[in-house]
């Protein structure tokens, strides 16, 4: 998870690349977090992901759609399936018939809010089947840092991903 939060982190900031945090709790001031390196690529490129990322939560056919309902704000987000096992090359995965423990891993990233990120989160649900254990969970996390403690104010979110 560290990683892809690492990664998200880049594509939020467009090319800066910052050590992300493992949080408990957050309270108080959010200390800066540094760029370490910032990795260049044509303007229209990071656009381009952006708004596709925008589009699985916010689009009539994204595939996190679910998740934004009733969404304060707009975030950039990917799902993702981890297979455990291997199947046959023509074979039809029926999670039902696989034992849980090898059942696929949910993975859900994100960043918010989409005009001006402050956060970035990866989560990974082993076993979940599917992004759609892992997208609520995100939710969860952006709604504590956004809405929970007011922060869709962009003065009171510089922190986390805007500092540097």
Known sequence: PMQLA????????????RTPRLL?????????????????????????????????????RGTARKIGEDIR???ASKTGTSQVIGIAQNAIYVEAEVAERHRNHGL?????PYES????????VENGGGASAASPIARAVLDAWLVDEAALDSEATAGALADG
């Open 117 to 124: 990120p402050t956060i970035a989160v990866a989560v990974i």
């Open 73 to 75: 704000y707009q975030m």
């Open 6 to 17: 690492a990664a998200t982190t880049v594509l939020a900031t467009r090319g800066q690349a």
């Open 108 to 112: 859900f990233i994100a960043f918010a």
């Open 24 to 60: 408990r709790s957050v309270a108080g001031q959010t200390q800066p977090n540094e760029a370490r390196e910032t990795i260049t690529a044509p303007p229209a490129y990071w656009d381009a992901v952006h708004e596709s990322m925008r589009a699985v939560v916010h689009s009539a």
